[in-house]
């Protein structure tokens, strides 16, 4: 009898074997960048900002002639002028005296603190401060939010707005991704039809083909589909072999399990160089399914049934991606609360799909159906792991939900 891996096992042989895997990069316009992942440090070549600057509208002025200034004896100024922002003064600022200076504006030199505007009042050329200002109150220092040389985004960091910001404040309008992962794609079965042919007798609707496609946009990967291959050895051989050449990553979805007409096993032994890593693991749903190394690339023979081949989409292909492109746990978790008991069976790590329910609480309601039904699928909010030691989950427990 074959000898199921746990899932633990097979996310070790996951980073055994592929997280060293050689990705590409291109170079991406920042405004294009979102969500790509950078593909070197980022050093700063200046300092942001460059030059020390006033974060409000009021006046630059030496702070210490203001430290014993309150409501009755206010220190008191000459306003000498004002600094235009965008422009450098051509003036310093001396004992007791001030220039008018707004939002952005470069601090001239021999000022080291802005009265904030509400807090003056300003009469016959003089204005006056009625409380005391710290050193560098209401400045930007240079260097202060950036200094020049530093690392500001690390290698392997995804990229967000805040991120781009970073690149954007630093000049830069370009930035080195890595390359989205190539995922082909190849639904086999003599029953599965394309859309553009009629439903009839036992035939069904291409579902997975869709589904995985949909899922690798959700994902680092651009997808390619490959079309439906009868449950033929050598068209299936044919179609996989060109997959493998173009793509980092092929997904076949269907003919995993023990039937006579199931071939990806068989396909994928053939190939040239192939390495089968896990055949079988002990999950419900997902049981049947394949991974195998081929030329340094990962080959999954995804089990047909459409809420299987997904959620093993989710949890082990999506799984690969995060570990080649080094990225921490991107699985997005809620606790909620059981709102029934739920018995488990198979002596299998069972997944559980489940809708959640917002109220004071969240609570988590167990989904029944079958690995068939994608409509199970699309009335779950997430799903809960509950691990062969245990035989199910009671009413009231709290539970940790992976969202979809
Ligand atoms: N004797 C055994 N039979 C089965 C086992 C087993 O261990 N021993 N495992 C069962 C489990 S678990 C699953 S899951 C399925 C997986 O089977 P295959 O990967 O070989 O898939 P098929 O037999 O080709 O298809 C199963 C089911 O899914 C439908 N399907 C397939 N592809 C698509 C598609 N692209 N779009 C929509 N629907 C698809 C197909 O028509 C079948 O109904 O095997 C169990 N059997
Ligand atoms: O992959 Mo299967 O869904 O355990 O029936």
């Known amino acids: 009898m074959k000898v199921l891996k746990t899932y633990f096992e097979v996310f070790d042989i996951l980073r055994n074997e592929f997280l060293d895997f050689k990705l590409r990069t291109e170079i991406v316009p920042i405004k294009d960048a979102v969500n790509r992942i950078c593909a070197k440090d980022v050093v700063s070549s200046i300092d942001v900002p460059h030059f020390d600057k006033s974060t409000v509208d009021g006046y630059a002025i030496r702070c210490e002639n203001t430290f014993t200034a309150n409501d009755e004896n206010p220190a008191i100024f000459d306003l000498i002028g004002e ?125 997975n083909s869709y589904t995985l496609y949909a899922a690798c946009s959700e994902e680092y990967a651009d997808a390619k589909l490959y079309g439906i291959v009868k449950d033929d050895y050598s068209a299936l051989y044919n179609v996989v072999q060109k997959a493998i050449l173009e793509n980092d990553i092929v997904l076949i979805s269907g003919g995993s399990s023990a039937g006579m007409y199931d071939n990806t096993l068989k396909v994928i032994s053939s190939l040239e160089d192939a390495k089968i890593l896990v055949d079988g693991i002990s999950i419900k749903p997902g049981k049947p399914t394949i991974i195998a190394k081929v030329q340094n690339k990962a080959i999954f023979g995804l089990p047909g049934h459409p809420v299987s081949c997904l959620f093993i989409f989710k949890f082990f292909v999506k799984k690969l991606i995060d570990i080649i492109l080094h990225q921490e746990e991107t699985d997005r978790k809620v606790l909620a609360k059981m709102k029934t008991n739920f018995a488990i069976s198979s002596g299998r790590t069972e997944f559980v799909f489940v809708k959640l329910v917002y109220s004071d609480e969240i609570i988590a309601e167990p989904l029944y159906g079958k690995s068939g039904s994608i409509n199970l699928l699309n009335n779950a909010s997430g799903y809960i792991r509950v691990d062969n030691t245990k035989t199910g989950i009671k009413a009231g427990d709290v539970v940790e939900v992976i969202l979809l």
Not at 86 to 96: C, D, L
Not at 136 to 162: S, T
């Open 83 to 207: 600094v235009k922002t965008g422009e450098i003064p051509a003036f310093e600022i001396e004992s007791n005296r001030a220039a008018r200076i707004f939002t952005g504006g470069w601090l001239p030199d021999g000022s080291n603190a802005v009265a904030m505007l509400e807090n003056t009042v300003e009469e016959d050329g003089k204005f006056f401060v009625f409380r005391p200002v710290k050193p560098n109150e209401n400045i930007l220092k240079k260097g202060e939010d950036i200094k020049k040389g530093c690392v500001v985004i690390k290698k392997y960091q995804r990229l967000k707005a805040p991120q781009i910001g970073v690149l954007a404040a630093i000049g830069q309008k370009d930035v080195e991704v890595f390359s989205k992962l190539k995922v082909g794609i190849i639904s086999t079965g003599d029953e599965i039809i394309s859309h553009d042919q009629k439903l009839e007798g036992a035939k069904v609707y291409d579902i």
